[in-house]
């Protein structure tokens, strides 16, 4: 080893030109063993019971009538068709000294009863103490608990999701409860940032620190102690870790423990729109549009947007003063928003900006009410037209297609070799406006197809509703 070491001048440049990175990776720590022990007080194991009703028989266990129905009806139910107890494992950790609580929401939902464990050590907790649910917000799965306890408890605070801490490539540590082991340590790096999954304000952190069943609702730190995100879900294939674990950002679960702390419940701000995103065949489309970003306004029922003046057809470029790329982080900031509150929104119509000051509803009392179904039909008139047969509304094709509106054309055939038939359009669906002007008649479409042509555009902006749910589709219009 020695020999190698000193294996002559030759090596000086090499060992010069990597000096920089062994340098940075002296960064690497050392050890998480003090990370782990300033922490681990806040971090709690979370045992939920719940009632089961009990079975009837074995139902397809083993047949009625064998000899071995009583014994698997008692290792399931107990006394047969009686009522049994069913337990599940999870994690969370302290937020404050009075005893609030962070988990999954999926950890407690439907829990008869919560009881935490907490970490064992001088002046800690008895080992288990009941937990009370302040609230829950499925959409981001998150839960507040609380428990009571005479003395101060030790927590730990959020940090920055977004800042130096929580970069792609910075180390993090989880704990948890993985598999009922209770109090396990992983670390690993942040592998990716602004993920999403399923869910409608999903910002979650990608990380290769092993997270199991059983993680659920644990935290997941910074090298300064600061829960940068809360243990959520994994991809993998076998149901273990694989290293790839999804932890929902400090940046969602902040406001969410805010407001559950508050209020019991979420109260997010709402738009009052529909809205989808701006695609790259739109641009020619659209007066003053440079770029395939932004909100595209699809609908304004009766609310906050209607109210300042916004109409279908806008594009959303700014809300808030944060320019808008897609329809996910528009979502995100206005569900993040506080009700009531005055914003201000730049949209693109008509090839101009327009500013708007929004004062913000809330989505969970407006939004189910916000989109009444429309009624009835009108009358007909047939023509081809970019690849599409179209027909003014009837009764019958109301009926037919379950419509929602009183006005459109009808789509009643597609050409297969079609622009309109490559962009998703189906029978059935109904157009309501071309180049942002309501469509009553094939005329209306026409005259729409021969205003884009003669203002040189290469495609025609129509909006498409389908059940009701509208978007609109750029169609290539014919030399």
């Known amino acids: 080893m020695i020999g190698a070491l000193m294996g002559g001048l030759a090596l000086i440049g090499a060992l010069a030109i990597a000096a920089p990175t062994m340098t940075e990776a002296q960064t690497r720590p050392a050890t998480f063993a003090d990370l782990a022990e300033q922490v681990s007080p806040a971090v709690v194991n979370i045992t939920t019971s719940t009632t089961v009703a009990g079975r009837t028989g074995p139902q397809g266990i ?74 829950t917000d499925p959409n981001t799965d998150i839960a507040l608990l609380k428990v009571e306890y005479g003395t101060p408890l030790q927590f730990v605070e959020f940090g920055d999701s977004d800042a130096v801490g929580a970069r792609v490539g910075d180390w993090v540590m989880a704990m948890g409860n993985p598999l009922g082991q209770g109090f396990s340590v992983s670390a690993g790096i942040v592998s990716a940032r602004n993920r999403a999954l399923s869910g409608t304000y999903d910002d979650y952190i990608q990380t290769d620190a092993a997270i199991n069943r059983g993680n659920s609702g644990g935290p997941l730190f910074n090298m300064d102690g600061d829960v940068i995100g809360v243990n959520t879900a994994i991809l993998s294939p076998n149901g273990g870790s694989i290293g790839i674990g999804f932890a929902m950002s400090s940046g969602v679960v902040v406001n969410v423990v805010d407001q559950l702390q508050e209020f019991g419940e979420t109260r997010r701000g709402w738009l009052g729109v529909r809205i989808q995103d701006v695609t790259p065949d739109m641009i020619d489309a659209i007066d003053g ?77 407006s939004e189910a009410t916000a989109f009444p179904a429309a009624g009835e039909p009108e009358e007909p008139e047939q023509a081809d037209v970019l690849g599409l047969t179209l027909s003014e509304i009837t009764p019958e094709l109301t009926e037919q ?51 884009a042509r003669e203002a040189g555009r290469k495609s025609l902006l129509l909006l498409v509703r389908r059940g009701g749910d509208p978007r609109f589709v750029a169609l290539v219009l014919d030399e």
């Open 62 to 135: 083993v047949p009625e009538g064998s000899p071995f129905e009583d014994f698997f009806n008692d290792l399931e139910n107990g006394p047969r068709g009686e009522p049994r107890r069913s337990s599940a494992l999870g994690s969370g950790f302290v937020i404050s000294e009075d005893g609030y609580i962070v988990t999954n929401n999926h950890v407690i939902e439907g829990a008869d009863e919560i009881e935490i464990e907490f970490f064992p050590g001088d002046g800690q907790p008895p080992e288990l103490l009941p937990a009370e649910l302040v609230g």
């Open 289 to 365: 549009l440079e770029s395939a970003r932004g909100a595209l306004v699809t609908d304004v029922p009766a609310g906050p947007a209607e109210d300042a003046g916004m109409e279908a057809g806008d594009v959303i470029v700014t809300f808030d003063e944060i320019e808008i790329e897609n329809t996910r982080e528009l979502v995100r900031i206005v569900g993040n928003s506080p009700v009531g509150k005055d914003v201000p929104v730049i949209v693109l119509r008509n090839g101009e900006t327009e500013d708007l000051i929004v004062t913000l509803g809330r989505r969970e009392t």
């Open 401 to 451: 297609y379950s419509l929602s509106a009183e006005s459109g054309l009808v789509i009643t055939a597609i050409d297969p070799d079609s622009d309109s038939a490559s962009k998703g359009l189906v029978v059935g669906d109904l157009i309501t406006e071309a180049g942002q002007q309501a469509v009553v008649t094939v005329a209306d479409l026409e005259e729409r197809i021969e205003e």
